[in-house]
T-cell receptor
Framework: GAGVSQTPSNKVTEKGKYVELRCDPI?????LYWYRQSLGQGPEFLIY????????DSGLPNDRFFAVRPEGSVSTLKIQRTERGDSAVYLC????????????????????FGPGTRLTVL | AQKVTQAQTEISVVEKEDVTLDCVYE???????LFWYKQPPSGELVFLIR??????QNEISGRYSWNFQKSTSSFNFTITASQVVDSAVYFC??????????????FGKGTHLIIQP
């Protein structure tokens, strides 16, 4: 089956411009994550959606960053007034939701990552 | 706060050697999950293994094996008889369910593994 897809694969923009990055998760995956990976670093968590709602947006660096997932499938990460420091690879991942067991939440399912969008802000 | 440390920035070995990638983690949660991902030169992260904090059994999958030790908060990854195709950046990551859902993973900085022919 199809994996996680992200568009565009590359985006070059000028400082101060607005950009949108799109993520198409694996069909049936209700959990969706955005990460940012700078050169030589591990992915850094930005935001997590469970269905249509943002369950945790604590990783968004500031209010220039915003993400939506209106129908619980495709998600868009939006960056306003881009800065050179925003240059990075933006990764999207999806997973099955954790199961509810008798003792509480059970099983943190593995996340499947897309190929990323390389954003360059000039 | 959660933290994952991969102290080895880069490892270079000759093909067929065994190599171990270290991972040390910090968390206050009693239930947590550990992961290893591979990032080949193509860039896409590939899931390798998941382990929960209640299962300390070592796991072997072909040439790959993982050693989880809660006493030292480590989750090390060994490749036996390494091959050139194993060359990649390997990431260790930590996740938990304490926030009422599967919160975002905390990744280490990665170890760049170079297998020389």
């Amino acid at each position: 089956g199809a994996g996680v897809s992200q568009t565009p694969s590359n985006k070059v923009t000028e400082k101060g411009k607005y950009v949108e990055l799109r993520c198409d998760p694996i069909s049936g995956h209700t959990a969706l994550y955005w990460y940012r990976q700078s050169l030589g670093q591990g992915p850094e968590f930005l935001i997590y959606f469970q269905g249509t709602g943002a369950a945790d947006d604590s990783g968004l660096p500031n209010d220039r960053f915003f993400a939506v997932r209106p129908e619980g499938s495709v998600s868009t990460l939006k960056i306003q007034r881009t800065e050179r420091g925003d240059s990075a690879v933006y990764l999207c991942a999806s997973s099955l939701s954790p199961f509810w067991a008798s003792g509480g939440l059970d099983t943190y399912n593995e996340q499947f990552f897309g190929p990323g969008t390389r954003l360059t802000v000039l | 706060a959660q933290k994952v440390t991969q102290a080895q920035t880069e490892i270079s070995v000759v093909e067929k050697e065994d190599v171990t990638l270290d991972c040390v983690y910090e968390t206050r949660d009693t239930t947590y999950y550990l992961f290893w991902y591979k990032q080949p030169p193509s860039g896409e992260l590939v899931f390798l293994i998941r382990r929960n904090s209640f299962d300390e059994q070592n796991e072997i999958s072909g040439r790959y094996s993982w050693n989880f030790q809660k006493s030292t908060s480590s989750f090390n990854f060994t490749i036996t008889a390494s091959q050139v195709v194993d060359s990649a950046v390997y990431f260790c990551a930590l996740g938990d369910l304490s926030g009422g859902g599967a919160d975002g993973l905390t990744f280490g900085k990665g170890t760049h593994l170079i297998i020389q022919p």
